[in-house]
């Protein structure tokens, strides 16, 4: 028998037992709603890591409001490739949803140049254009979420929705911090953690819901 046939399962299969090995590992998540408590499952199947579950938070009513924004067919804006090409292309589809990303374009490189600036930074700038009513989405540096709030702060952009989830050691607790400070809907994971595929997983989990093909 080969490693494929003993272990391996078909797509759906996989994701059914994923999210049933999820939920039973959770620690007890008290007063989320159904729908919070499966963006919070999906985060932690992206990561393998139940822990994680603990550092996730969510701004009032941020879920319903990612949901809305889909199905307004909002654009989703990622501060990197990352993860953008973690969102599911068949769900974006299914929604009519078109991503924004600027953080390689020439633009972009330009701008950074210019301004003194770090290429995230330059590259939320760039996107100013498509944030409006849209999903924001943060997974990689910490100066792009502190440049959209910024922005957000002075009120040049107004996204349905920020998804916060930057990781590393300089300038990443300081951002989410002032994100949960900031006048935006939000979704996070606090502290260092984060980063690209709980992002993305976060705006699979909103599609998801959106279409109402999960169940809750």
Same mark, same amino acid.
């Given at each position: 028998?080969?490693?494929?046939?003993?272990?391996?399962?078909?797509? =759906?299969?996989? =994701?059914?037992?994923?999210?049933?090995?999820?939920?039973?590992?959770?620690?007890?998540? =008290?007063?989320?709603? &159904?729908?919070?408590?499966?963006?919070?499952?999906?985060?932690? *199947?992206?990561?393998?890591?139940?822990?994680?579950?603990?550092?996730?938070?969510?701004?009032? +009513?941020?879920?319903?409001?990612?949901?809305?924004?889909?199905?307004?067919?909002?654009?989703?804006?990622? =501060?990197? *490739?990352?993860?953008?090409?973690?969102?599911?292309?068949?769900?974006?589809?299914?929604?009519?949803?078109?991503?924004?990303?600027?953080?390689? /374009? &020439? +633009?972009?490189?330009?701008?950074?140049?210019?301004?003194?600036? /770090?290429?995230?930074?330059?590259?939320?700038?760039?996107? /100013?254009?498509?944030?409006?009513?849209?999903?924001?989405?943060?997974?990689?540096?910490? /100066?792009?979420?502190?440049?959209?709030?910024?922005?957000?702060?002075?009120?040049?952009?107004?996204?349905?929705?920020?998804?916060?989830?930057?990781?590393?050691?300089?300038?990443?607790?300081?951002?989410?911090?002032?994100?949960?400070?900031?006048?935006?809907?939000?979704?996070?994971?606090?502290?260092? *953690?984060?980063?690209?595929?709980?992002? %993305?997983?976060?705006? +699979?989990?909103?599609?998801?819901? %959106?279409?109402?093909?999960?169940?809750?």
């Amino acid at each position: 028998m080969s490693l494929v046939e003993k272990y391996a399962l078909l797509p =759906d299969e996989i =994701d059914r037992r994923s999210i049933e090995a999820v939920e039973a590992c959770l620690p007890q998540l =008290d007063g989320l709603t &159904p729908e919070e408590r499966y963006v919070v499952c999906r985060i932690v *199947r992206a990561e393998g890591d139940p822990e994680i579950s603990k550092a996730v938070g969510f701004s009032p +009513n941020a879920v319903e409001l990612g949901i809305a924004a889909i199905r307004a067919k909002a654009a989703v804006v990622t =501060d990197v *490739r990352m993860v953008e090409v973690g969102i599911s292309k068949a769900l974006l589809s299914k929604c009519g949803i078109t991503t924004y990303c600027q953080i390689d /374009t &020439p +633009n972009t490189a330009q701008r950074a140049k210019s301004e003194g600036t /770090t290429r995230s930074v330059a590259a939320v700038r760039e996107l /100013t254009p498509h944030l409006n009513g849209a999903i924001a989405v943060v997974g990689n540096a910490p /100066t792009a979420l502190l440049a959209l709030l910024d922005m957000v702060k002075a009120g040049e952009v107004s996204p349905a929705l920020v998804i916060g989830m930057p990781v590393g050691f300089i300038a990443c607790t300081e951002s989410k911090a002032e994100l949960a400070k900031a006048d935006v809907p939000y979704i996070s994971v606090w502290e260092r *953690r984060g980063g690209s595929s709980a992002a %993305a997983a976060t705006v +699979n989990a909103l599609l998801g819901l %959106a279409l109402q093909e999960v169940s809750i």
